[in-house]
């Protein structure tokens, strides 16, 4: 299993290039989606079965901006608070794969995106509106 996991958490020198993965077991109804950084590898992780995000409490000061898709206009970004280190996501995906449970071997946040932009469909009176946050630095 430390092999699969180092394969698909693997860091590319790239900064144009990341993995983003889900992965799971087939007797379990949720997965963790994953996105890896490139040249910091720094990995995010998300509960599929509620869209938690994972929580650094001491957020790295070099977390990437990175889009979920490049398709998104304006685009929104995995947050910054989301970004663990390797070692511990690493944990994080193979509990899961043992248990096929949501891991807990990190903390949580609710689920939400980091913006420059608010997009033109969300309004105040949506309740996804409070999961979009505006980057101010």
Not at 86 to 111: C, F, R, S, Y
């Amino acid at each position: 299993m430390a092999d699969l996991l180092t394969e698909l958490c693997a860091v590319d020198d790239d900064p144009e290039w990341w993995n983003h993965a889900v992965i799971g077991r087939p007797d379990a109804k949720d997965g963790v989606e994953f996105i890896v950084a490139p040249v910091s590898g720094y990995i995010a992780l998300s509960w599929t079965g509620t869209a938690e995000r994972s929580l650094n409490p001491h957020p790295f000061a070099d977390a990437p901006l990175l889009p979920d898709s490049g398709d998104d206009d304006p685009l929104i970004y995995w947050p910054r608070s989301a970004y663990l280190h390797p070692d511990d996501a690493k944990k994080a995906l193979a509990e899961h794969i043992v248990t096929g449970a949501q891991p807990t071997n990190v903390q949580w946040q609710p689920w939400g995106w980091e913006v420059r932009e608010l997009p033109g469909w969300l309004t105040p009176d949506m309740p996804e509106y409070p999961a979009f946050h505006l980057i101010s630095d």
